[in-house]
T-cell receptor, first 118, second 114 residues
């Protein structure tokens, strides 16, 4: 596609429910990232996928969070038993390659999914 | 522990004047710095970057200055235009570590008044 596509754009869920957030990266981009931005905060790294390498999950805040990337393309971020502190904008980004090249020239971000847990 | 700090939540300038956005960092391992611009309901877009081997990088109306000894960088926009009104994020990476990972500041909301 022309850009990074995320769905849904907005999600309101009840505390304790599970949610799935989807990301379609730019075609041909091998690296994919998830970040989140809580209210009044900067973007916080969650997870990084690069090709067939093991993902860097070091940013996931708890074991309620998981992500997968199928076929090296679409990624799904799953939050189980959502809590109010999970409310944030979840941003997906992709880049042609990973590593320093990606950070040197910047990732391409999607518009995000605004998650509200009530 | 905030490793990238943007201490001004907001900045307002007149069209045609200079906008200066500031950023400080604490992690001495950071050696690559980027600025992103974000409009409401959109994802951040990459604006300009600088490596720690340089102290200045210019791209059109945008210039980033890096002062390594002070662990400080700034983004200058000259002349400022109303379309520059957005949130600006400073970000940093460590090329010797997880070099794909960016650490972001909280952002500065720039408003350029016509």
């Amino acid at each position: 596609g022309a850009g990074v596509s995320q769905s849904p754009s907005n999600k309101v869920t009840e505390k304790g429910k599970d949610v799935e957030l989807r990301c379609d990266p730019i075609s041909g981009h091998t690296a994919l990232y998830w970040y989140r931005q809580s209210l009044g905060q900067g973007l916080e790294f969650l997870i990084y996928f690069q090709g067939n390498s093991a993902p860097d999950k070091s940013g996931l805040p708890s074991d309620r969070f998981s992500a997968e990337r199928t076929g090296g393309s679409v990624s799904t971020l799953t939050i189980q038993r959502t809590q109010q502190e999970d409310s944030a904008v979840y941003l997906c980004a992709s880049s042609l390659g990973g590593g320093q090249g990606a950070t040197s020239y910047g990732y391409t971000f999607g518009s995000g999914t605004r998650l509200t847990v009530v | 522990d905030q490793q990238v700090k943007q201490n001004s939540p907001s900045l307002s300038v007149q069209e045609g004047r200079i906008s200066i956005l500031n950023c400080d960092y604490t992690n001495s391992m950071f050696d690559y710095f980027l600025w992103y611009k974000k409009y409401p309901a959109e994802g951040p877009t990459f604006l300009i970057s600088i490596s720690s081997i340089k102290d200045k990088n210019e791209d059109g109306r945008f210039t980033v200055f890096l002062n390594k000894s002070a662990k400080h960088l700034s983004l200058h926009i000259v002349p400022s235009q109303p379309g520059d009104s957005a949130v600006y994020f400073c970000a940093a990476s460590d090329s010797g570590g997880s070099n794909y990972k960016l650490t972001f500041g909280k952002g500065t909301l720039l408003t350029v008044n016509p």
